[in-house]
């Protein structure tokens, strides 16, 4: 058996088809979606991210605004900015790219952004939100990774589902998605015990660790689903996933490569809570 690779290209190519053509049904009506991004110091991966962000937006047909702030900005510069954002009717999403200067809270950055703007849902009423299954914005990786698997078809609901890793970002909103979709949730994480032994009962597996080819055909149950959401740099300069891609290819039945899967899927989830937030926002004026 060799393993499906998810093509990541064609999906999300589909996807921001349609959210342009929801864009344009939008502007008929007035309202050009509008998303700014926020960035604080010279961190070159964040950069590459945020051109990736601005790019997309601008393809969707959206406004986009990106605001590239010195290493040193002092803390209540950032909060400022973000409190005129939230002012600013032709922004409907704000995102603060991390990671953020260690002099910067990210806790009340994010705690700064209006609710409403949260397209990250990072802000706590958003988190709390998402945990008790009220409408709002869905985390852009988590959300991006159920995607993929409904776009290939495989059934979530009854599966055993095993995330490693339990970040705020990724691994705790994972589990909650997966929660949602019916699914049966394992979190593992670094203190774990035989993890190998717990990831081969996985029906699906989502890494989201942030270490380089830890996953192999070892952790893998024939057959299992496996999304890699780890984006990490090797010495030789290439991008790889937390998941060993070649040695796990015999063993799975689907696999995410990295790149190009689940990094383009959260900017569409980006661009879709974007637009959802003007659509929010355009019916509450009306």
Do not use: W
């Not at 952004?113 to 958003?126: G, L, M, S, T, W």
């Not at 080819?213 to 999304?227: D, L, W």
């Amino acid at each position: 058996m060799s393993a499906q690779i998810i093509n990541g290209k064609e999906i999300v190519s589909a996807y921001r088809a349609d959210i342009k053509q929801q864009v344009e049904q939008l502007k008929q009506q007035g309202v050009q979606p509008g998303l700014a991004v926020v960035i604080v110091g010279d961190d070159p991966a964040s950069h590459v991210y945020v051109r990736n962000k601005a790019k997309a937006c601008e393809e969707a047909g959206m406004h986009s605004e990106v605001y590239k702030l010195p290493e040193n900005t002092p803390e209540a510069e950032v909060l400022a900015l973000i409190s005129k954002l939230n002012g600013d009717k032709a922004i409907h999403g704000i995102l603060v790219q991390s990671p953020l200067p260690g002099h910067i809270s990210e806790e009340r950055v994010v705690e700064a952004i209006a609710v409403e703007k949260d397209v990250d849902c990072f802000h706590p009423v958003n988190v709390g939100n998402l945990m008790i299954g009220k409408e709002g914005p869905a985390p852009c990786t988590p959300a991006g990774v159920i995607e993929i698997l409904k776009k290939v078809g495989v059934e979530i609901a009854g599966k055993h589902a095993v995330v490693i890793g339990r970040s705020n970002i990724v691994g705790k909103p994972m589990a909650i998605l997966l929660l949602r979709e019916n699914a049966t949730v394992t979190v593992c994480h670094s203190r774990t015990k035989n993890m190998e032994e717990i990831t081969r009962q996985a029906d699906i597996l989502i890494a989201a660790v942030g270490k380089a080819k830890m996953i192999n055909r070892s952790h893998i149950k024939p057959g299992a689903v496996v999304v890699d959401v780890g984006i990490n740099r090797l010495d030789t300069g290439k991008l790889a996933g937390d998941v060993d891609f070649d040695d796990v290819l015999e063993t799975a039945s689907y696999v995410t490569p990295v790149p190009g899967c689940v990094g383009p899927m959260t900017i569409t989830i980006l661009l879709r809570n974007t637009l959802e937030a003007a659509q929010r926002a355009a019916s509450a004026t009306n």
